[in-house]
């Protein structure tokens, strides 16, 4: 017993010794980050009504592409501070959308609702206006949540026009569970001729678990502590690296069979959608849809723009729809795109558009399309309108992207967009 003592009394100093170093050190690396500028922080917060959306007056840097120091105002939104009610002698425009109206690879200057903003109010028809664009977006909203942020957030503001920016890429598969593959947001799903909400992800476990205490502890650390912050972002970062590398095919692979033409069309656009998980589910948004669970995702998202133009017309406001652009439309290279079209089996890169389009013409809901001119401006100027760095090409609108883009929305508004 007493050489069981004895050992306790000489083993407890070194450790004490060593978690004294520990925290020296987590003092040290934390005074550091700090003077360096360091900051991470969390820039989501639960919602009750669409699961989550951009938490109040946080700010810090995003650097998981490009690079910019964002600060989310306080009401929640990546914009400036405005007021709820509306200025006389102003025209107020609401900007719905996701990742890319939200825009955190650029500054708040460079993207593309402010853009747009500021080449509206050199326009002839807004004479004696104020121009004042609000941006709601979002990162990885789909049709519903914005839906559900039009109901909830935006109305206060009484904006005159209100404009969705749908991301062809992922919207249609935002706006099916089975395809988005997360329980904790809110659905519509199409049930006796109808859309209904599906908000059962307030009851899933994951939902109420980030409603705890621990969970809320959590929160605050990683609020408060630069070294947890870069803690978090290491293990992102060597999540992108690893998935990255996991995506590589293996040398041994065996490659899908190219097909003849025509009589094996068809078996090769099944197979294509077999292998939605090897290929990437979104890239298939340019394919006819094969299967139920795509038609259901396009039936849901072409529902919802018609319930989200019925709604803002009934709310005294103009509304129009602008689908965006993704990289491999608007690559400036023609070979390489047509290289992208090969090998997932596609004949038209705009077929999502065209089809919001189509639906636009049929329902009377205005459209924008921005991705074939925006090709056209690449190839032109052999730039690429999206990435960053060695991912330029992939991803985002870069500042170029957006410059391009907003111009472009400014002068299709400026034209004459809307019906008198």
């Given amino acids: 017993m007493n050489a069981k003592r004895w050992r306790a009394r000489k083993i407890l100093p070194k450790l004490l010794l060593i978690m004294m170093g520990f925290l020296s050190g987590g003092i040290i690396a934390e005074v550091a980050l700090r003077i360096a500028g360091y900051s991470y922080p969390e ?3 639960l919602d009750q009504s669409r699961g989550y959306s951009l938490r109040p007056n946080a700010e810090g840097w995003y650097r998981k592409e490009g690079e910019a120091y964002v600060r989310i105002n306080s009401d929640g939104l990546r914009d400036r501070e405005h007021a709820i009610v509306k200025p006389q002698d102003t025209i107020r425009i609401a900007i719905l959308g996701d990742s890319y109206p939200e825009a955190f690879p650029v500054s708040v200057a460079e993207a593309f609702w402010s853009v747009m903003e500021r080449k509206l109010q050199e326009c002839d028809a807004f004479a004696g206006k104020k121009i004042e664009v609000i941006n709601f977006g979002v990162s990885g909203y789909g049709t519903a949540q914005e839906l559900l942020t039009l109901r909830n957030q935006v109305w206060k503001y009484s904006p005159d026009i209100v404009l969705l920016a749908v991301t062809t890429n992922n919207d249609i598969t935002d706006n099916l ?41 959590g929160r605050w650390f990683r609020d408060h502590s630069r070294v947890i912050q870069a803690v978090i972002q290491g293990h992102h970062g060597l999540k992108i690296r690893l998935a990255s590398w996991r995506a590589k095919p293996s040398p041994g692979a065996p490659r899908a069979a190219t097909t003849p033409k025509e009589n094996e069309d068809s078996q090769h656009k099944a197979e294509l959608f077999s292998r939605s998980e090897e290929l990437g589910t979104d890239n298939l948004v340019y394919l006819e849809p094969e299967n139920a669970l795509w038609s259901d995702a396009w039936r849901v998202t072409e529902c919802l723009l018609i319930e ?5 017309i009934a709310g005294g406001a103009k509304f129009a729809v602008i689908t965006l652009s993704n990289g491999p439309q608007v690559l400036p290279d023609p070979n390489s795109r047509e290289a992208f079209k090969k090998r997932f089996g596609i004949t038209d890169l705009f077929y999502p558009d065209n089809r919001i389009k189509a639906l636009g013409a049929r329902e009377r809901i205005t459209v924008l399309t921005l991705a074939p001119e925006l090709q056209e401006h690449a190839q032109r100027n052999n730039v690429f309108l999206h990435g960053f760095g060695v991912d330029v090409g992939n991803g985002h609108w870069n500042a170029m992207g957006h410059r391009v883009a907003g111009e472009l929305i400014a002068k299709k508004i400026c034209e004459g967009t809307f019906p008198k």
């Avoid at 476990?205 to 621990?214: C, G, H, K, L, T």
């Avoid at 989200?308 to 803002?312: N, T």
Wanted: charged share 35%; aromatic share 16%.
């Fill in 308 to 312: 989200m133009r019925d709604e803002v």
């Fill in 43 to 45: 820039f989501y917060v």
């Fill in 177 to 217: 569970r089975e395809l988005k593959k997360t329980d904790e947001i809110p659905y519509f799903v199409y049930r006796d001729n109808r859309l209904a909400l599906n908000d059962s992800y307030k009851n899933s476990r994951a939902f109420v678990m980030r409603q705890s205490w621990v969970s809320r502890l």
